[in-house]
């Protein structure tokens, strides 16, 4: 048995959708995946994982003529390798929309390369970076939440960006592929998973104070309405200077002004950085309570978008709560597994013909034994902590460098 029971996001969403999805799929739980997978690629974590390259922070500095390359071979490398997972040989419609998502994706990371350049003045911390969470235990203030078994519960998850700007302020950066308009304001301010990532950075790095989630927004449509075919060089009259002025001879910004831990009762720091973003908010004044979740900031392309969502200190406590409050629930030996049937909840979901047989009565097991599997060892990381030697080779790798190394290297950050 594993020492800890680790609790993912993804997982706790299943959980708060359907119990018997969860119960099915769950690492913790009974662990099943399709043998086949319910696509050749994942075209959204090829994206983050070319992002994961370009704000790789030991790069942050480089040149990007140098960089951007190095992105467009980790989203290459990364669709190869769930094409090579895939079973089978793929059908000329499959092979067609492989082909298609390979160009659409170069075109749409070279375009927002070219967009992002001039505003990437941060200073990346991490790049897709695991947390690791201790739960407390709501009734037992000081102490971690533990199963009746002794298991302590952990909570494990990923950012894709963490960074510092120029008033020394750390903020969670969130990529987003979207299509078909913005995502709107409410609903940002209403993310949930933002705001778990946020109490769990700060449970795993307590030095830290994050200051709010940057949503990233990339819109695939307008990508794919601009043609992802490949594009002529420009001539020497046509090519533009580069807008990132990145030269690999200096840091781009030192930081003098506070501590990390971003106080926000430093009130001379507060109304400064205040009065900056109250000049850069796009849509209505700012919130009455100056400490209130609200957008401060917004960037603005054609197909990109960044909203800058700073988040008060109560609503981070309350995510906190909700998470340990959960966690309590899931944890326990009495807990109760039942579908939660609904058109949202079922259309989607992997696991409709086992439940199906489960509400007539029938035993799912050759349901189970002929279309799933358990995750293997390799899939599953519940006996590993995050800084251990074997991270090294399922982090998101830089630029399809071999993932597994001649020699063994510690990664504690």
């Known amino acids: 048995m594993a020492w800890a029971y680790v609790l993912r996001p993804a997982e706790m969403a299943d959980y708060r959708r359907c119990r018997r999805a969860w119960d099915l799929g769950a690492r913790i739980r009974q662990d099943f995946v399709p043998v086949v997978p319910p696509a050749v690629f994942d075209f959204d974590k090829a994206i ?3 992002l994961a390259v370009y704000y790789f922070p030991a790069m942050d500095d480089w040149d990007r003529g140098i960089v951007r390359p190095l992105a467009l071979k980790g989203f290459q490398r990364s669709m190869a390798e769930d094409r090579g997972r895939y079973p089978g040989e793929l059908t000329d419609a499959q092979s067609q929309a492989y082909d298609e998502a ?3 994706g170069e075109a749409l990371l070279e375009e927002y390369f070219a967009w992002a350049g001039p505003l990437d003045s941060f200073a990346s911390i991490f790049a897709d970076q695991e947390y690791w969470a201790p739960i407390p235990d709501l009734g037992n203030p000081g102490c971690d939440l533990a199963t009746a078994a002794g298991q302590e519960l952990r909570y494990l998850g990923r950012v894709d960006v963490l960074f510092s700007d ?6 969670i950066v969130k990529h987003r592929l979207v299509s078909g308009g913005w995502t ?3 609903q940002l301010l209403l993310d949930l998973d933002s705001l778990a990532d946020i109490w769990a950075t700060e449970q795993t790095y307590p030095q830290l104070r994050v200051a709010g989630t940057v949503f990233n927004e990339l819109r695939v449509d307008r990508a794919a309405d601009h043609g992802a075919g490949p594009q002529a060089e420009p001539t020497a009259e046509q090519a533009l200077p580069d807008p990132d002025a990145r030269t690999m001879q200096a840091a781009r910004h030192v930081h003098t002004r506070r501590s990390p831990m971003s106080p926000e009762e430093v009130e001379g720091d507060l109304v400064e950085t205040d009065a900056l973003e109250v000049l850069l908010l796009e849509d209505g004044p700012p919130a009455a309570d100056p400490r209130a979740d609200r957008v401060v900031r917004r960037e ?5 978008r960044r909203s800058w969502v700073r988040r008060g200190r109560a609503s981070v406590r309350t995510i906190g709560i909700k998470i340990a409050s959960e966690a309590a629930e899931l944890a326990s030996a009495g807990l109760r597994v039942y579908p939660n049937p609904s058109p949202a ?4 979901c992997l696991f409709r013909r086992p439940c199906l047989a489960l509400n007539e009565g029938a035993d799912p097991a050759p349901i189970l034994a002929a279309g799933f599997r358990r ?3 390799e899939e599953g990381e519940e006996n590993r902590l995050r800084w251990s030697i074997g991270r090294a080779q399922t982090r998101a790798s830089m630029s399809g460098k ?3 190394p001649d020699t063994v290297n510690f990664h504690w950050g």
């Open 402 to 404: 071999d993932s597994r």
């Open 184 to 186: 709107a304001d409410d």
């Open 345 to 348: 909840n079922c259309g989607p």
């Open 102 to 104: 390979a160009a659409l």
């Open 48 to 50: 983050h994982d070319a």
């Open 166 to 171: 120029h008033n020394d302020e750390y903020w």
């Open 300 to 304: 603005t392309g054609e197909g990109f």
């Open 375 to 377: 995750r293997t060892e």
